[in-house]
Each structure stands twice: as C-alpha cells, then as structure tokens.
C-alpha cells in the first residue's frame, strides 16, 4: 500500500512541478530572452501572449513587448532578424514596414502565455 502512496504522490509531483512556460521545441533564443524578461516585469492587464505565425512565407514570432502608450510590438524571425513592429509606438500602427501583417498572417500558433495573476 505503501508503494501506490508514493507512486501516487511521485506522479502528482512530477505533473504538478512541470515547466507550465516550457516553449515549443524550435523557439528561437531571442523570443525565450524576451518572454524571460516579460515574466521579470509587473503583470500586464491582460496578461501578455507571444504567438507564432506563417507571414510571407517564413515561420516568425510577434511579442508584444509592451501594451501601451509609445512602445512597439516586434515580430521577428527565426534567426532572431527583426522583421518589423506590426503595431504600437506613437502612431499606433508600428513602424511601417509590415501594414498587411494582422491581413496576412497565418497558422496562429500561441508559444507562451503569462499564467501569473495581476
């Protein structure tokens, strides 16, 4: 009896103590840099989410670095090149050099959300 006890409490330990932020294999340093420094930073109101897309045929990563006032969002690639700000800064509408990016984009896949609580 004593055996099931500890197996039970073993695999409650191991499902419970697992990496809830374990990133999908493949995410680049760059995007787990900027998730480690979000989850470094007060809680956002939503919490903050980093997605993966298929734009203009390259798999790349939009991380909202911050939600407000003159900061831009980034979309990057897998070799961490900056591809453009989709959204934010002064004019609301990033940088410029992606305006099709939310028309365009596709295979939403979300890499990694913040669970903490505000």
Same mark, same amino acid.
């Given at each position: 009896m004593k055996r099931i006890a500890y197996l039970l409490v073993?695999?409650?330990a191991v499902s419970f103590g697992?990496?809830?932020?374990?990133l999908p294999k493949g995410t680049p340093q760059c995007v787990?840099? $900027?998730? $480690?420094k979000i989850k470094q930073a007060p809680v956002w109101n939503p919490p903050l989410k980093v997605y993966r897309y298929l734009y203009k045929g390259q798999t790349v990563y939009y991380i909202p670095v911050y939600q407000c006032c003159d900061f +831009? #969002?980034?979309?990057? =690639?897998? *070799? @961490? *090149?900056v591809v453009c700000s989709? =959204?934010?800064?002064? #004019?609301?509408?990033?940088?410029?050099? @992606?305006?099709d990016f939310? +028309?365009?984009? #596709? *295979? $939403?896949?979300?890499v990694w959300?913040?669970?903490r609580k505000p």
């Open positions: 073993g695999l409650m697992c990496d809830r932020d374990r787990r840099d $900027e998730i $480690e +831009a #969002s980034q979309l990057v =690639d897998e *070799n @961490c *090149n989709p =959204d934010g800064g002064l #004019s609301g509408r990033g940088d410029g050099r @992606c305006p939310t +028309a365009t984009r #596709s *295979n $939403e896949k979300l959300q913040d669970t």
